[in-house]
T-cell receptor, first 114, second 111 residues
Framework: GAGVSQSPRYKVAKRGQDVALRCDPI?????LFWYQQALGQGPEFLTY????????KSGLPSDRFFAERPEGSVSTLKIQRTQQEDSAVYLC????????????FGEGSWLTVV | GESVGLHLPTLSVQEGDNSIINCAYS??????FIWYKQESGKGPQFIID?????DKRQGQRVTVLLNKTVKHLSLQIAATQPGDSAVYFC??????????FGAGTTVTVRA
């Protein structure tokens, strides 16, 4: 596609429910990133993939958060047993490679945990 | 801890005037800086970037200035238009992939 595509755009989950957020990066982009953006704040780094390898997951807030990119293209961010503090926009981004190439963001998946 | 931040949370500018958005960073190891624009309900949109071996870079209607001595980054927008109303984030990186964002400056363009 022309840009980074994320789905669902909006998700309301009951506390304790598991959610899965999908990201389709720009075709041919090697690097893929997940960020979390709380209301009124800047995005916060969660994790980074180069192809299918998850090279950095230092930003994942707890072991309830899990990300994968099994074939080096589409990625899924999974949040288990969601809690209210997980409510945020989850942004996916991609770039050709990690080193200095422009990082393009998707529109985000807006998660509300009730 | 070290972080990237913006001097002012809001900026109101008259249509047609030039805008200057400022950002201070504290990590001297940062070598890559980017400005993003985020409109309501959308993801961050790349505007312009600059590496630490440069002090100025120009794009279409935008200029980024980097002052490494005082760890300051600014974004200048020429002839501000209503479509420029958005939240602007500066971001810095030390390793070319993990971006650290500031809290953002909300720019409002007055007609």
């Amino acid at each position: 596609g022309a840009g980074v595509s994320q789905s669902p755009r909006y998700k309301v989950a009951k506390r304790g429910q598991d959610v899965a957020l999908r990201c389709d990066p720009i075709s041919g982009h090697v690097s893929l990133f997940w960020y979390q953006q709380a209301l009124g704040q800047g995005p916060e780094f969660l994790t980074y993939f180069q192809n299918e390898a998850q090279l950095d997951k230092s930003g994942l807030p707890s072991d309830r958060f899990f990300a994968e990119r099994p074939e080096g293209s589409v990625s899924t961010l999974k949040i288990q047993r969601t809690q209210q503090e997980d409510s945020a926009v989850y942004l996916c981004a991609s770039s050709l490679v990690g080193g200095g190439n422009t990082i393009y963001f998707g529109e985000g998946s807006w998660l509300t945990v009730v | 801890g070290e972080s990237v931040g913006l001097h002012l949370p809001t900026l109101s500018v008259q249509e047609g005037d030039n805008s200057i958005i400022n950002c201070a960073y504290s990590n001297s190891a940062s070598d890559y800086f980017i400005w993003y624009k985020q409109e309501s309900g959308k993801g961050p949109q790349f505007i312009i970037d600059i590496r630490s071996n440069m002090d100025k870079r120009q794009g279409q209607r935008v200029t980024v200035l980097l002052n490494k001595t005082v760890k300051h980054l600014s974004l200048q927008i020429a002839a501000t238009q209503p479509g420029d109303s958005a939240v602007y984030f500066c971001a810095e990186s030390r390793n070319d992939y993990k971006l650290s964002f500031g809290a953002g400056t909300t720019v409002t363009v007055r007609a």
